[in-house]
């Protein structure tokens, strides 16, 4: 069973930048397939960006341009770099992490606990 632990959240200026990290442990062939998603207070969780394990990467229209999604295979761990935040990005961000990108973006892979997100002045 794979452990993911997000890190990297907080409190952050409109217009600023935040980068996130999903740590994976307990598992023999590392992070292939991985996901950001976010849930907003009063919201269901939503798909942010995602990446396969051949490094192809999607993300939602409303975070192109301004979020990267990245993986580090010697560290075992995927990061989402986030640029230009806006306060509509406010919400907790949970990585998930599978070896089929299927199951990630369908948020069947393993969770993480996530972390917060706070884009305010």
């Known amino acids: 069973q794979v452990q993911l632990r997000e890190s990297g959240g907080g409190l952050v200026q409109p217009g600023g930048s935040l980068t996130l990290s999903c740590a994976a442990s307990?598992?023999?062939?590392?992070?292939?397939?991985a996901a950001w998603y976010r849930q907003a207070p009063g919201k269901q969780r939503e798909l942010v960006a995602a990446l396969t394990r051949n490094g192809r990467t999607n993300y939602r229209e409303f975070v192109k341009g301004r979020f990267t999604i990245s993986r580090d295979n010697a560290k075992n761990a995927v990061y989402l770099q986030m640029n230009s935040l806006k306060p509509e990005d406010t919400a907790v961000y949970y990585c998930?992490?599978?070896?089929?990108?299927?199951?990630?973006?369908?948020?069947?892979?393993?969770w993480g606990k996530g972390t917060l997100v706070t884009v305010s002045s």
């Open positions: 307990g598992s023999r062939f590392g992070i292939t397939a």
């Open positions: 998930n992490a599978d070896t089929s990108v299927l199951a990630v973006v369908t948020g069947r892979g393993n």
